[in-house]
């Protein structure tokens, strides 16, 4: 009985990743099956801590940051919770050896949007550490199924491809986290008078994340490769219609892939993956 309540967990952490993100979703599925279920757990974990200090307005956010930080380690402690996501979780979490450090910085970073709402250079580090890289580094912890060699070898790429993501997020939402949530993430930008010149020193910064992320694409399991290639593909396609969009164009727009382009470069990017050309 015990398998059949793993498994239902396992499907919660599915379900909330096909409805909260369809390019993870998609870049999941191509993952060879023993890889899938552990990073739909990773995915529901930081998908539900995000939700909390994004969206759970009517609510005292900090109590419940505080009650999901506490389940969390005594879920991973005693390895049981009656909270589905956080069963998944911990067991990805003690399978897998995911350090205590990286979900400390996640939470974190969850904690900080809840009392900074401009982050300059050095929470800006800090908080792209937290959120993104770290995040990119669990699921590195899978891919690499104990072996640390492989491990350190690619731990910075996981890092750099993390916090490449995280910025094109950034840049997405820029209008929504200001609007919505008072929010401005990039140090010294002013979201009232934001600048194409700003815009594309943060697009540089993006594209050296890019290039130092990629290598590490190429270096990880032949199961993994292609659907963190995907994931990849999909961001560069965004970043690029992004940065042919003018500052004030961005401010005011959330610009998105759509699902159809998504479909073609899945079948795109399996024919290259198919004749070894990543």
């Known amino acids: 009985m015990m398998e059949l309540y793993d498994n239902t967990c396992m499907e919660c952490s599915k379900i909330i990743t096909n409805r909260f993100s369809t390019s993870f979703s998609l870049g999941i599925r191509v993952f060879h099956p023993r890889f899938r279920a552990p990073i739909y757990a990773i995915y ?82 800090e908080y792209i550490y937290g959120s993104a890289e770290v995040v990119g580094l669990m699921c590195l912890r899978v891919f690499c199924e104990g072996d640390k060699a492989m491990y350190e070898q690619l731990k910075m790429p996981a890092r750099h491809l993390g916090s490449a993501f995280q910025k094109i997020n950034f840049l997405r939402d820029m209008k929504s986290d200001f609007v919505e949530r008072g929010r401005v993430y990039f140090p010294g930008v002013d979201f009232t008078c934001f600048t194409n010149d700003e815009k594309v020193e943060i697009e540089k910064d993006i594209k050296e994340d890019f290039d130092r992320g990629y290598a590490g694409i190429l270096n990880l399991p032949k199961g993994a490769r292609f659907g963190v290639y995907l994931a990849y593909v999909y961001y560069i396609n965004l970043f690029q219609k992004i940065s042919n969009y003018p500052a004030q164009q961005v401010k005011h727009e959330r610009i998105r892939v759509n699902d159809r382009k998504k479909i073609m470069l899945l079948f795109s990017s399996a024919l290259r993956n198919s004749l070894n050309l990543l």
Do not use: C, W
């Open 44 to 125: 529901g974990f930081v998908r539900f801590a995000d939700e909390i200090v994004d969206t759970f307005h009517e609510h005292d956010k900090q109590e419940l940051l505080d009650k999901f930080r506490q389940d969390t380690y005594d879920a991973i402690e005693r390895k049981i919770s009656l909270n589905p996501v956080l069963q998944s979780f911990q067991k990805v979490v003690n399978e897998y050896g995911i350090e205590r450090e990286l979900i400390d910085a996640f939470l974190k970073s969850m904690e900080m949007d809840l009392h900074f709402d401009r982050y300059e250079d050095g929470l800006y580090k």
